[in-house]
């Protein structure tokens, strides 16, 4: 998607509130694969991305910011924690798999494409296929009239079919089924050998099963897409989108840097994790089953909020390979209420929504959500800041005996004013033993 630093941060506004330094500088960064695409492949290979490291308290927007962006500019995304990784030795996952994650998420995306683009195709293959069982090919030598009667028979059968007519009958399918379907816990990696199953058809087999004709359409899906698309092109397209336009998030780095007040070095693996992490965030090629994937393009942004340690803690090498820094506000009362109001699915909505179904008309008086943002912040001042998280929590103490009692108030509209924010949840706030638990 071709947008402006501008358009990508008018995006950004109308789901996090505030943060304008961040937005502004993933906003350019972003704009600036878009600008490298456009070059020589020359100087494209020299064009190297200006990683960000984002420091800031938890609920502050950090992820919601990355995540808001790749969902918008359909760029391949994935969001790991640092402290799941171990170094190469330890017990636990390398950091190689972060960028085999990536490749099944541009995988997948590229996927999802082309079945919207081969959509017609594919539902017309799954059609005859289902056809084929409930009306039998005539054998060979028969009349021109039985050949028309049979054709006039197939397309009104066509018709109900699409119709959703046939939903609920029952038919006997074979489906083919690999032995690799059945461990979805087998990594990343085996993803090259499962391809070469596929292409030789060792381990895989047909299998007979009976099922509604709707759950048939939906088990026909991937055969469908494996004969109608190319599935080289989506592999050789997914590579390519994962390694110029892939973003990997990497959150709680802090986790993994060594706080120079800590001379015992209780966990060693933390310093060999960065050390790992170092030629992938440089460059570095990884197998993955798409293939080769050079991590010289990935998009790197790391966050952290950095309470116990400072960036400063991460060895140098790797602090280098992240240029970009940017620190998040923490949020005050009147972010709260923006971040209650503004956005297009504020929690407020989620929750008058939710209450809808209920037949209960839920309204927030504007005092009330000052109140709530207010409260929400001094728990936050009092307590561990856990930013616009904070909003949820209060809301559903607020709400919970509305929401048990939802069906007393069918057919009602319910008004909550700053009356009833206080009562709620005043003394809650005050008893500071009791807002740790429940706040």
Do not use: C, W
């Not at 995540?67 to 950091?95: C, H, N, Q, W």
């Not at 992240?322 to 407020?348: C, H, M, Q």
């Amino acid at each position: 998607m071709n947008l402006t630093p501008k358009e990508i941060v008018h995006f950004l506004d109308d789901y996090i509130i505030g943060q304008k330094n961040a937005k502004k500088i993933i906003a350019i960064a972003l704009r600036n694969r878009y600008r490298r695409m456009q070059l020589s492949p020359d100087l494209q290979d020299d064009i190297m991305p200006k990683n960000i490291l984002m420091i800031g308290s938890t609920g502050v927007g950090k992820t919601e910011i990355a995540r808001r962006l790749a969902k918008m500019m359909g760029f391949p995304f994935i969001k790991i924690e640092a402290s799941k990784y171990t170094e190469v030795g330890f017990v636990g996952r390398d950091v190689e798999s972060m960028v085999r994650d990536l490749a099944n998420a541009a995988l997948n995306l590229v996927k999802n494409e082309y079945r919207e683009k081969n959509q017609e195709k594919i539902n017309q293959f799954i059609e005859d296929k289902i056809l084929e069982k409930l009306l039998p090919p005539l054998p060979k030598g028969v009349s021109d009239e039985k050949q028309e009667e049979y054709k006039n028979s197939f397309e009104k059968m066509r018709t109900k079919l699409k119709n959703g007519d046939l939903d609920e009958s029952m038919i006997e399918i074979e489906i083919s089924q690999n032995m690799f379907d059945t461990n979805p816990n087998l990594p990343p990696e085996m993803g090259a050998m499962q391809d070469i199953v596929k292409v030789i058809g060792v381990g895989s087999k047909k299998v007979k099963k009976e099922m509604k004709i709707k759950d048939a359409k939906n088990a026909l899906k991937n055969e469908a897409s494996d004969k109608i698309l190319d599935q080289e092109s989506i592999k050789n397209e997914a590579l390519k989108r994962a390694e110029n336009e892939g973003i990997i998030f990497i959150d709680e780095i802090d986790k993994i840097a060594i706080s120079s007040g800590n001379s015992s070095r209780q966990d060693p693996s933390k310093e060999g994790v960065q050390r790992d992490l170092l030629p992938i965030v440089e460059g570095s090629s990884v197998q993955t089953k798409l293939g080769t994937l050079k991590t010289d393009h990935i998009l790197f942004i790391a966050a952290g909020a950095f309470h116990l340690s400072k960036p400063s803690d991460l060895i140098p090498e790797l602090q280098g390979r992240f240029p970009l820094r940017v620190e998040l506000d923490s949020l005050d009362d009147k972010a709260l209420y923006e971040i209650l109001t503004r956005p297009k699915n504020s929690l407020l909505k989620q929750y008058i929504e939710l209450l809808k179904t209920e037949k209960l008309e839920l309204e927030f008086e504007d005092e009330a959500i000052k109140e709530i943002a207010k409260i929400a912040s001094k728990a936050n001042e009092e307590m561990q800041d856990i930013g616009a998280r904070r909003l949820h929590t209060v809301i559903e103490k607020l709400l919970e005996d509305l929401s048990f009692e939802a069906d007393l108030y069918a057919g009602k509209k319910f008004i909550v004013d700053k009356n009833m924010v206080k009562e709620k949840l005043e003394n809650v706030i005050e008893n500071k033993d009791l807002a740790r638990y429940i706040l």
